[in-house]
């Protein structure tokens, strides 16, 4: 299977997003920002509490909420605007390794290199690590959506596979 991938700064946002806010960091994210939340308001008429432990409580409650997607939604949009960031990624999916092409640049990565394949709504991603993936978006491969399924789960075990449709 041959996918063609023109990568966004939205693909770029919604990946720093689901790295940001998935497994430990995001239930650490919630606990804090709810954590936060309470506190204020539970303090919001105490006399003993500051103007600046007030302020300092809700850039607590915002910093995961606002702060944090606002700086992925930037750091996305710069690597957006980098050279060579338009170019296509071609993936070809075989039975042994997925073929990768980029700007005459070209290598393979081995279904046993696989780390774990994610499904989040609005793409794919195959990823290498912790951090690193290769990304396809829904529209990549609109009206494919089966073929590629079945390649995964014909090549990767399921405990490498996370949210894919049977």
Known sequence: MKISVTMTARDLFQFSLYNSYSGFSGAFNVIFTLGALAILAVTWNWETINVYQRILLVFCALIFTVVQPLMLDRKAKQQAGAIGFSAPLNLTLGDEKID????????????????????????????????????????????????LVEILKKNLPESKRKGLRP
Do not use: C, D
């Not at 780390?115 to 709504?121: C, D, E, T």
């Open 100 to 147: 990768v092409e980029k700007a005459g640049m070209t290598g393979e990565l081995f279904w046993n290199q696989v780390w774990k394949v994610v499904r989040i709504k609005s793409m794919y991603i195959i990823k290498t690590g912790p951090v690193h993936g290769y990304l396809i978006p829904n529209r990549s491969i609109e009206g494919r959506e089966q073929e």
